[in-house]
Nanobody, 115 residues
Framework: QVQLVESGGGLVQPGGSLRLSCATSGITFSIYTMNWYLQAPGKQRELVAAITTGGSTNYADSVKGRFTISRDNVKNTVYLQMSSLKPEDTAVYYC?????????WGQGTQVTVSS
């Protein structure tokens, strides 16, 4: 059974930082491209960051320079380090694993940026 379990979300003040984690099981993690998506209230889910099996990364323009995606192929976990958080970063953040036609979503973790 494939599981992607996000953690690390919460309430943070503007300018603060959070580190999201997505622990996976049931997949050969090292061969999957891993992604973080966000979904704000009333909006479509959108890509935040991606990391390939080789470690290449890609970011949405809105988070470049503030967010960093990384992966640990021993712990089968992908991370999203978020800094300089803004109120507009408030959303549910989802972990997404993809290998060709196979893909899996986590259940999401809420991030709220507010004073």
């Amino acid at each position: 059974q494939v599981q992607l379990v996000e953690s690390g979300g919460g309430l943070v003040q503007p300018g603060g930082s959070l580190r999201l984690s997505c622990a996976t099981s049931g997949i050969t993690f090292s061969i999957y491209t891993m992604n973080w998506y966000l979904q704000a209230p009333g909006k479509q889910r959108e890509l935040v960051a991606a990391i390939t099996t080789g470690g290449s990364t890609n970011y949405a323009d809105s988070v470049k320079g503030r967010f960093t995606i990384s992966r640990d192929n021993v712990k089968n976990t992908v991370y999203l380090q978020m800094s300089s958080l803004k109120p507009e970063d408030t959303a549910v953040y989802y972990c997404y694993a993809r290998l060709s036609i196979n893909f899996y979503w986590g259940q999401g973790t809420q991030v709220t940026v507010s004073s």
